[in-house]
């Protein structure tokens, strides 16, 4: 009597793709599509862009939920990456080398100059704070580990503006730009209306190798920031000092070489640089 095989395990194109399971793959493309998003989005808004069905998606956004991957608000039924996704993203960014350099100065910074410190990359919504060292002194601020920079009005955005090729910062610019037009919104150094301002605040950046912010920015804040550089010039990743101590903009204090040492010897092994000339 005749039998049948069975089949060999492993061998299913169902399941598989080449290298891969099928399953897996759609499901990380849907986070990568939900990663696009500035927010919360709609499950139809979700399939679409993922070229899927809604049921499907459905049930793959159903297990990220229960998986806390992913949270749905309750009125809406929007869904948005969790706290727990981000903090994922985030772990395998903080282990780029350049990253963990970066980071190991932090402490030093810290300690010597009284103001927290940041280590910022760019993202998909901007410069992105991946680590971060608190100090004893309160800042009354929201942003923490994910917060993302505005480009115009933050010592971190304005590195990455001066220091990043203009088509990686091109879309958030417009958007600012747009936004501040809209609110009739001008600044001490800056009338986002004019671009002639904008190029002199990125030919003054980079003269000088850093950019800061005062108290007029956001009351009782000011920061300084210095890039970190690949061999192109362009940055990689950005130091940050922050602090209610208006000192740290004074060049006697300090505080300014400190950060631009830090950021040089971020990462020594390296064709990296800083923008300080």
């Not at 499950?43 to 297990?63: C, F, V």
């Not at 003269?207 to 010039?233: C, E, H, K």
Request: glycine share 10%.
């Amino acid at each position: 009597m005749a039998t049948s095989k069975s089949p060999k395990r492993g061998k299913s194109n169902s399941s598989r793709t080449k290298g891969g399971i099928q399953s897996v793959d759609a499901a990380l493309r849907l986070l990568k599509v939900m990663a696009e998003f500035g927010g919360p989005a709609a499950l139809t808004e979700i399939a679409q862009r993922a070229q899927m069905p809604s049921s499907k998606a459905h049930r793959y956004l159903a297990s990220f939920v229960a998986a806390e991957f992913v949270d749905q608000a309750e009125r809406s039924g929007r869904y948005g990456l969790s706290k727990a996704a981000i903090e994922v993203g985030l772990a395998a960014i903080g282990r780029l080398d350049f990253v963990e350099r970066a980071a190991n100065a932090l402490p030093g910074l810290a300690e010597v100059t009284g103001a927290s410190a940041v280590v910022a990359i760019w993202g998909t919504y901007g410069p992105t704070a991946v680590r971060w060292q608190r100090t004893a002194s309160f800042i009354l601020t929201s942003m923490g580990l994910g917060s993302t920079f505005p480009l115009l009005t933050s010592a971190t955005g304005r590195v990455f503006l001066a220091f990043s090729p203009r088509a990686l910062v091109a879309e958030r610019l417009k958007i600012e730009i747009e936004e501040a037009r809209r609110l009739r919104l001008t600044w001490p150094d800056l009338d986002p209306s004019r671009p002639s301002d904008i190029d002199r605040l990125v030919e003054r950046t980079r003269a000088a190798g850093y950019a800061f912010v005062d108290g007029r920015f956001v009351p009782g804040l000011n920061g300084i920031s210095a890039p970190i550089l690949n061999w192109q010039g362009e940055i990689e990743a950005a130091i940050t000092l922050a602090t209610v101590d208006p000192g740290v903009l004074d060049p006697k204090t300090g505080a300014i070489d400190r950060l631009i040492g830090a950021c040089r010897d971020a990462v020594p092994h390296t064709k990296l640089s800083t923008g300080a000339r």
